[in-house]
């Protein structure tokens, strides 16, 4: 069974940093390429970050250039997303989620973690 | 970036009725289109990928169509469990962008 879960989240003062992680179990890990979705409070779906199964692709929503930096560990199966000069309007529920897709078709998220709170308030 | 919109905002229906949402890219996308349901406080599902393929264990009242910047979503034979909010995601470029979503709420 597919699996993940993301821990890390919690309250945070503007310009501080956050450090969330994603366990991921249950398939093929270095397989696979792994994204951060973020929903703020009452509001839609934002793609955030994805890195590709080796690390030799990243890209980035433009809000968080410059300040979220997405990486990941294949032997521990794990994805992370360093997050700093947070801002209020990072407040959100972050979501780690597997992707599926290729170079000649779309690119979907498949599964996706419960997700971690992330509050940045003074 | 492409700019993604949804219509209706939100929506009330009967049991049964058909339902459609429609979902709109600022430029070509060509099939690269994908479907979520996230149901209240709960996480984002897959229903479709590439606008119109069936995500593994999804009822097959729902169906996508479309290709190029218009597309839809139809719930056939709309269920109570189908309260719930429907985002389309693009991935046509490297930054993925969602619609605004579209609120279904059973009458």
């Known amino acids: 069974e597919v699996q993940l879960v993301e821990s890390g989240g919690g309250l945070v003062q503007p310009g501080g940093s956050l450090r969330l992680s994603c366990a991921a179990s249950?398939?093929?890990?270095?397989?696979?390429?792994m994204a951060w979705v973020r929903q703020g409070p009452g509001k839609g779906l934002e793609w955030v970050a994805i890195i590709k199964q080796d690390e030799s692709q990243r890209h980035y929503v433009d809000s968080v250039k410059g300040r979220f930096t997405i990486s990941r560990d294949n032997a521990k199966n794990s994805v992370f997303l360093q997050m700093n000069s947070l801002r209020d309007e990072d407040t959100a529920v972050y979501y780690c989620?597997?992707?599926?897709?290729?170079?000649?078709?779309?690119?979907?998220?498949?599964?996706w973690g419960q997700g971690t709170l992330v509050t940045v308030s003074s | 970036d492409i700019q993604m919109t949804q219509s209706p905002s939100s929506l009330s229906a009967f049991v049964g009725d058909r339902v459609t949402i429609t979902c709109r890219a600022s430029?070509?996308?060509?099939?690269?289109l994908n479907w979520y349901q996230q149901r209240p406080g709960k996480v984002p599902n897959l229903l479709i990928y590439a606008a119109s393929s069936l995500q593994s264990g999804v009822p097959s009242r729902f169906s996508g169509s479309g290709s190029g910047t218009d597309f839809t979503l139809t719930i056939s034979s709309l269920q109570p469990e189908d309260f719930a909010t429907y985002y389309c995601q693009q991935s046509y470029t490297s930054l993925y962008t969602f619609g605004p979503g579209t609120k279904v709420e059973i009458k």
């Open positions: 989620a597997r992707t599926l897709g290729g170079a000649a078709t779309t690119d979907y998220f498949d599964y």
């Open positions: 430029q070509n996308i060509f099939n690269f």
């Open positions: 249950g398939f093929t890990f270095n397989s696979y390429r």
